[in-house]
């Protein structure tokens, strides 16, 4: 009797033990999914902004080249008061060139946590291009319909200190593995950020959202809305364009 | 009886000198140190009216709600109808627009590069005009430390300690990195033209200060202003006043329409410097401060003088009993007593209250300077202090002078009834 109890009792263990490692692989294994539609080597598109202020609305349209995950430069296309405008990030660096002041400014620091032109999103929300994988570890908390898709629900725990974000959870289209919503918390547990995302599409041989709409939960406002106009990716991208040179 | 009275005070100045120096110093120290009280309190408030609320502010209902943000999203717009309808109703009053804002300044190596940088709290007031009240309400002249006041659109004011960490200085350039009324980028580059030191670690650690045309220009804010702020025509904050001024101006938006915006959220509200963030304490804490300590030197000033009329109306009990003896009637005695101490105590507290007057309006004009005291201060505080000119002044000193006169000289007087002829021939060893 006592045998068969002792037996018993090691196999649920050893059961509920292969229960959490297989969902702790099946975690890793969705975000590495995630990270292959959603990263790239290079990366060039067109975008448009729209910024759903308390009281108006304006819409900010430029075009952007990514390298790997340190270098990208993206230029202001209109309305005429920000084009020319242009942001060049270099590793952890960010600098905004300006043609009205004919500067380079260097963004460093906690400045880097302000809002880009008014919007949802903050410098260094549009630096971060890391992969998650490298940054957070990832846990299964449920299984979910989400706009009429299956989705799973990751809670994102970060390994390290430098991220924007130490926690998020995401909801991820169970058949295209790309996020269809992302919440964004402090260590503290307080929701900063959310953003959902719509129109994924299939585009060269991976599925991409088209469309973001950004919360900054700590704003009042209409959110941000971010559409991707057009999207090549692995193409190639001149080295000059990735240099402070390029800025002016 | 109260002829005979005064000639013998007049008169018999071995008498009456004294105690009317006595009265008189009293009454001049009341008036002085209640005026020197109300002055440092209403200063101090006023420093803030200039500076950061005004008497009265307008601004958006949402601006409100947010004020310490400087959300210049929500700021006002139309402005210039707005002022003209403000001048119109309010005549006696000044008012400014300013923009209130945040941003980052950069300043730049020889070779346009960032050499150093951080954030500034700015003011855009009205700079350039020639009959602007602004540079007198901060104190401009006064407050520069290198180089001189702007003259032109593109120069602005740096604080001492911001250029000092920038190692900038009059006739250098930086670029001013901030956000429009929009949300857009905005990169302006200005020159400074002096640098300034208010006193105050709050507004010396990132001030900087530019025309009000500049700012506008900076944050698509043309026609728009954060904030008006009205100025009432007295020296110090009145409540009453300012309170009656909100009520006017709300009656004002309820027959012009056209000053109110389609979404209720930025039609214009005014506020009284009482019911601004912090405020409304911060003016119970001076009248409860002021009140306490014009008590307390009100009592004090009362009990000396008391002590002063019950030592005098003492002195006179051989006198006192001389003229029972000759039969003079005691409740005579005690009325003249009375009547002679009212005297004494209307004339001292007329020459103090005279002197005391004087007095406040001499460092009134000329106030005193405790600049080097608050260099480290970190609230706002007036460099230079000035006695406050009230109401009171003319009769605060009348307090301790007569009622506290007469109440001395009431006590020392019922002694009178206790007065009998032959213990005074006793005492006068007859």
């Known amino acids: ?248 | 009886m109260k002829r005979f009275l005064l000639k013998g005070i007049l008169k018999d100045k071995g008498r009456s000198l004294l105690p009317v120096i006595v009265v008189s110093l009293g009454a001049m120290l009341t008036v002085f140190l209640y005026s020197w009280v109300k002055g440092v309190m209403g200063d101090s408030i006023e420093m803030s009216s200039n500076f950061d609320t005004g008497d009265v502010k307008v601004v958006t209902k949402a601006y409100s709600l947010q004020e310490g943000q400087y959300p210049n999203d929500l700021a006002l717009l139309d402005v210039e109808q707005l002022l003209k309808k403000l001048k119109a109703e309010f005549p006696d009053m000044d008012w400014a627009p300013r923009i209130r804002f945040g941003a980052l300044a950069d300043f730049p190596d020889s070779l346009g590069e960032t050499r150093a940088q951080g954030p500034v709290a700015g003011w855009a007031v009205d700079l350039l005009s020639k009959d602007s009240g602004e540079p007198e309400r901060f104190n401009l002249p006064a407050a520069i430390v290198r180089g001189r006041m702007p003259e032109k659109r593109g120069e602005v004011l740096l604080a001492e300690n911001l250029a000092t960490r920038f190692d900038a200085g009059a006739g250098d350039t930086f670029t001013l990195f901030g956000t429009t009324m929009e949300g857009g980028f905005t990169f302006v580059n200005y020159t400074v033209s002096g640098t300034i030191r208010f006193g105050t670690t709050g507004l010396d650690r990132g001030a900087i200060l530019m025309d009000l045309q500049d700012a506008r220009a900076a944050f698509g804010m043309e026609d728009a202003a954060g904030e008006i702020l009205g100025f009432l025509p007295v020296f110090h904050y009145d409540d009453r006043m300012a309170q009656e001024v909100v009520s006017r101006f709300d009656t004002l938006l309820e027959s012009e329409n056209s000053l109110l915006d389609q979404d209720p959220e930025y039609s214009p509200v005014m506020l009284t410097l009482g019911r601004q963030a912090g405020m409304a304490e911060m003016l119970v804490y001076a009248e409860a401060i002021s009140g306490m300590l014009i008590f307390l030197f009100v009592l004090a000033m009362s009990i000396v003088l008391w002590n002063a009329g019950l030592l005098g109306g003492l002195r006179r009990y051989t006198e006192f009993g001389v003229r029972i003896a000759l039969g003079e009637d005691k409740g005579h005695i005690y009325r003249s007593l009375l009547w002679e101490a009212l005297m004494i105590g209307s004339i001292g507290s007329v020459v103090g209250t005279f002197v005391g007057v004087a007095l406040v309006y001499i460092f009134h004009n000329i106030g005193f300077n405790f600049s080097a005291l608050l260099q480290n201060a970190s609230i706002l505080m007036p460099g230079i202090v000035r006695p406050a000119i009230t109401p009171a002044i003319y009769y605060i000193g009348f307090i301790p002078g007569v009622v506290s006169m007469l109440l001395g000289n009431a006590l020392a007087g019922r002694g009178i009834y206790k007065r009998q002829t032959s213990r005074l021939f006793n005492e006068l060893e007859v």
Request: avoid cysteine; charged fraction near 25%.
């Open chain 1, 1 to 248: 009797m006592k045998t068969s109890v002792l037996l018993f009792t090691l196999i649920s263990f050893t059961g509920i033990f292969s229960l959490q490692a297989q969902e702790s692989n099946e975690a890793a294994t969705i975000l590495e999914k995630v990270d292959k539609n959603l990263s790239a080597q290079n990366r060039i598109f067109e975008s448009s902004m729209t910024i759903h202020g308390r009281r108006t609305s304006r819409t900010i349209t430029s075009k952007s080249r990514t390298r790997g995950e340190k270098e990208a430069l993206t230029e202001y296309l209109s309305p005429a008061s920000e084009a020319g405008t242009k942001m060049l990030k270099l590793e952890n660096q960010l600098w905004i060139y300006t043609p009205s002041a004919d500067r380079t400014i260097q963004i460093s620091g906690h400045m880097l946590r302000q809002s880009v032109m008014g919007s949802d999103l903050s410098y260094e929300d549009m630096m971060d291009d890391r992969k998650l994988t490298e940054v957070y570890s990832a846990e299964v908390i449920a299984r979910d319909t989400l706009r009429g898709e299956r989705v799973v629900l990751l809670q994102l725990t970060a390994r390290s200190s430098d991220v924007a974000y130490p926690v998020q959870k995401m909801w991820i289209d169970a058949e295209k593995f790309v996020p269809l919503r992302q919440e964004m918390y402090a260590r503290s547990g307080q929701l900063l950020k959310r953003v959902d995302l719509f129109d994924v599409r299939r585009i060269q041989n991976r599925w991409f959202p088209m469309r973001m709409v950004y919360r900054d939960m700590l704003k009042t406002g209409g959110g941000t809305e971010f559409t991707v106009t057009s999207i090549a990716f692995d193409t190639l991208i001149p080295e000059h364009i990735f240099s402070k040179a390029s800025l002016r």
